[in-house]
């Protein structure tokens, strides 16, 4: 019997290599998705905040699921401390953009 596909994608958050991450394409999604424009800083830091969330709840047993909505809410708490004002749909956005290129 092969491996539960969630426990693979969860190693695989687990160990990849933050040399994988790109940024560019990133930035790139997250400016083709997001409607609130941000700078690199900003969307990086967001970014950063959803990946620490998503690896700290898959690490603490969590489906990656969870840790997406753990991400969902870190950006969120974030983006209101930055004073930015991003919708829902823009939080999630960047959210998968991140999970897509950078986590």
Same mark, same amino acid.
């Given at each position: 019997?092969?491996?539960?596909?969630?426990?693979?994608?969860?190693?695989?958050?687990?160990?990849a290599?933050?040399a994988?991450?790109?940024?560019?394409?990133?930035?790139?999604q *997250? +400016? #083709?998705?997001?409607r $609130?424009?941000?700078? %690199? =800083? /900003? !969307?990086?830091?967001?970014?950063?905040? &959803?990946?620490r969330?998503?690896?700290?709840? *898959? +690490? #603490?047993?969590?489906? $990656?699921?969870?840790? %997406? =909505? /753990? !991400?969902?809410?870190?950006?969120?708490? &974030?983006?209101?401390?930055?004073?930015?004002?991003?919708?829902?749909a823009?939080?999630?956005?960047?959210?998968?953009?991140?999970?897509?290129?950078?986590?």
């Amino acid at each position: 019997m092969g491996v539960p596909v969630g426990i693979l994608l969860s190693t695989v958050l687990l160990i990849a290599p933050a040399a994988s991450a790109d940024e560019n394409q990133y930035l790139t999604q *997250v +400016a #083709n998705n997001v409607r $609130v424009a941000l700078t %690199r =800083s /900003q !969307a990086i830091s967001l970014g950063n905040s &959803a990946c620490r969330a998503v690896r700290s709840a *898959v +690490a #603490n047993g969590m489906s $990656v699921g969870e840790g %997406r =909505s /753990q !991400a969902d809410q870190a950006v969120g708490y &974030a983006q209101e401390k930055m004073g930015l004002g991003l919708s829902e749909a823009d939080g999630s956005h960047l959210v998968d953009a991140a999970v897509d290129q950078l986590c």
